[in-house]
């Protein structure tokens, strides 16, 4: 069990073992969502809402080591207008994982 400022998280089992099998060993999706909204405080205070999605995408090539990932953050600010609300990078990366040494 790990600790955030002193609250216990549980974390369910298969996401602290990777790879998790070898069927699920080739690619690993997985996604995390928020939204931040002010609801209280001073009344002269900016008001806030926010959204954030990151999403993940790996894929393994097998024993070669060589593997594509994604791993944008996609953004929303709902307080502007609909023309510069939402940021929505794209991209990705390739690489190789090799052992240094002996």
Same mark, same amino acid.
């Given at each position: 069990?790990?600790?955030?400022?002193?609250?216990?998280?549980?974390?369910?089992?298969?996401?602290?073992?990777?790879?998790? +099998?070898?069927?699920?060993?080739?690619?690993?999706?997985?996604?995390?969502? +928020?939204?931040?909204?002010?609801?209280?405080?001073?009344?002269?205070?900016?008001?806030?809402?926010?959204?954030?999605?990151?999403?993940? $995408?790996?894929?393994?090539?097998?024993?070669?080591?060589?593997?594509?990932?994604?791993?944008? $953050?996609?953004?929303?600010?709902?307080?502007?207008?609909?023309?510069?609300?939402?940021?929505?990078?794209?991209?990705?990366?390739?690489?190789?994982?090799?052992?240094?040494?002996?």
């Amino acid at each position: 069990m790990m600790r955030a400022c002193g609250l216990p998280i549980n974390f369910p089992q298969r996401l602290l073992q990777y790879p998790i +099998s070898e069927d699920d060993a080739a690619s690993l999706t997985a996604a995390l969502a +928020s939204n931040v909204r002010s609801f209280a405080g001073k009344s002269d205070r900016t008001d806030i809402n926010q959204f954030l999605l990151q999403y993940f $995408i790996n894929y393994n090539f097998g024993e070669t080591g060589s593997y594509l990932v994604s791993e944008p $953050i996609v953004t929303a600010d709902w307080m502007r207008d609909d023309g510069d609300r939402w940021v929505l990078p794209f991209g990705g990366g390739v690489g190789r994982v090799f052992d240094v040494g002996a």
